[in-house]
């Protein structure tokens, strides 16, 4: 089980971020130390039309491409509406507080605190990884979706 002591914050910019800006954005986050996981949230960008009379035909969309995030190339799925982070301890949050202050220039943004990711592995974290699953994947599955999350290597 994992140690539910980890704070995690939430970005949450008052606008959906381009790719390009999120992916500025993460690098930026990727330089921190003592980041534990980040999860990107938002409305998703299917392939296809999901439903309506147009079902089944592709779905073009400017904001679904490839971003490379530290050294991990990233195929967004969602438009990024805020970001996740776990992180080691409290300080951590400041360093984060601070490189957001400069980045968000353009257009606000709100930085909570709380707990916004599972901690403790669920029922389909168990179906997909199994009884000794990697503790940094605990809350990440998706059970809709075959694939898994992307690992992206921060510096501790």
């Not at 996740?84 to 360093?95: F, G, K, N, Q, T």
């Not at 389909?124 to 999350?149: F, N, W």
């Amino acid at each position: 089980m994992m140690n539910a002591s980890f704070p995690q914050v939430r970005i949450v910019p008052f606008r959906m971020l381009k790719p390009d800006t999120a992916e500025r954005l993460l690098n930026m986050l990727t330089g921190v130390s003592g980041i534990r996981r980040v999860m990107i949230h938002g409305p998703g960008l299917p392939k296809t039309v999901p439903y309506g009379p147009a079902r089944g035909s592709p779905n073009p969309h400017s904001d679904r491409k490839a971003i490379q995030v530290g050294d991990a190339e990233i195929a967004l799925r969602v438009q990024v509406g805020e970001v996740i982070l776990e992180v080691e301890d409290a300080p951590v949050i400041e360093e984060i507080r601070s490189i957001c202050d400069g980045f968000f220039t353009g257009f606000s943004y709100r930085l909570q605190e709380g707990r916004f990711m599972k901690t403790a592995p669920t029922l389909v974290d168990y179906a997909k990884y199994g009884p000794d699953a990697d503790t940094t994947l605990i809350g990440l599955a998706d059970p809709r979706k075959g694939e898994s999350p992307v690992i992206i290597r921060t510096k501790r």
